[in-house]
């Protein structure tokens, strides 16, 4: 059990993994996650990627107590990621997973270890549950960028999916994929093979380069 309901209240400041942090009043807090209100948003941070936090005491302008809760609370009595994250299907949100920039879309699959993620830019995205940084549903009137229904449908997945991630990559061997949004250049190209928790890529001049299935975030089809 972590300790953060103690803070429920407060201002927090919390650094995550990489360059990431975020500061605001601590609203609710799981095993496995905060949720901080930043005077506009409501974050979802996962505790898994939170590298340390501090109470704030010093700020220019105190963070005010929201008079309402995220609809996507509405039917829970505790929260965790998984809870979180199946709630925001259908909703449109931003995530963030890895990259520069979050990215705006709806979650439209939850499977036991990835969801699968729609963006009017990158369209399905397969994503690891464990890689999720943070999640912010957006005002229920809110559609990317103020696209209407007929120029960004929703899609739902007409094939069946995997219990997990990686039984799920291994039905896109012999696709061109871009893995982690193309990070580096050894995660872009065809997938030939994924044995022992190895991941082997065919790189555009046939040369070969191999990814711990670990550490792959994301996948897309290009």
Same mark, same amino acid.
């Given at each position: 059990?972590?300790?953060?309901?103690? #803070?429920?209240?407060?201002?927090?400041?919390?650094?995550?993994?990489?360059?990431?942090?975020?500061?605001? %009043? &601590?609203?609710?807090?799981?095993?496995?996650?905060?949720?901080?209100?930043?005077?506009?948003?409501?974050?979802?941070?996962?505790?898994?990627?939170?590298?340390?936090? /501090? @109470?704030?005491?010093?700020?220019?302008?105190? *963070?005010?107590?929201?008079?309402?809760?995220?609809?996507?609370?509405?039917?829970?009595?505790?929260?965790?990621? %998984?809870?979180?994250?199946?709630?925001?299907?259908?909703?449109?949100?931003?995530?963030?997973?890895?990259?520069?920039?979050?990215?705006?879309?709806?979650?439209?699959?939850?499977?036991?270890?990835? $969801?699968?993620?729609?963006?009017?830019?990158?369209?399905?995205?397969? *994503?690891?549950? /464990?890689?999720?940084?943070?999640? @912010?549903?957006?005002?229920?009137?809110?559609?990317?960028?103020? &696209?209407?229904?007929?120029? $960004?449908?929703?899609?739902?997945?007409?094939?069946? &999916?995997? /219990?997990? #991630?990686?039984?799920?990559?291994?039905?896109?061997?012999?696709? &061109? @994929?871009?893995?982690?949004?193309?990070?580096?250049?050894?995660?872009?190209?065809?997938?030939?093979? *994924?044995?022992?928790?190895?991941?082997?890529? *065919?790189?555009? /001049?046939?040369?070969?380069?191999?990814?711990?299935?670990?550490? @792959?975030?994301?996948?897309?089809?290009?």
């Amino acid at each position: 059990m972590n300790d953060f309901k103690q #803070f429920i209240g407060k201002n927090m400041y919390f650094k995550l993994n990489g360059e990431n942090s975020f500061t605001g %009043r &601590l609203v609710d807090a799981g095993n496995d996650i905060v949720v901080i209100y930043d005077g506009e948003d409501f974050v979802y941070i996962s505790v898994y990627h939170v590298n340390h936090y /501090r @109470v704030v005491k010093n700020i220019e302008t105190e *963070i005010a107590e929201p008079n309402y809760m995220p609809p996507i609370q509405d039917d829970l009595s505790s929260i965790s990621l %998984r809870k979180i994250v199946t709630a925001a299907k259908g909703i449109f949100c931003e995530i963030y997973v890895v990259g520069k920039y979050p990215i705006q879309g709806y979650i439209t699959s939850i499977m036991n270890d990835y $969801f699968v993620f729609y963006s009017p830019v990158y369209k399905t995205i397969y *994503i690891s549950l /464990r890689h999720l940084k943070w999640l @912010v549903p957006y005002n229920i009137s809110e559609t990317p960028y103020g &696209l209407n229904k007929e120029e $960004f449908p929703v899609t739902q997945l007409n094939q069946p &999916l995997s /219990r997990t #991630f990686e039984e799920q990559l291994k039905k896109f061997i012999g696709k &061109l @994929v871009v893995i982690n949004f193309g990070d580096h250049e050894n995660k872009i190209g065809k997938l030939s093979s *994924i044995e022992n928790g190895q991941i082997e890529i *065919i790189k555009a /001049r046939m040369n070969k380069a191999y990814l711990n299935m670990n550490h @792959v975030q994301t996948i897309y089809f290009p």
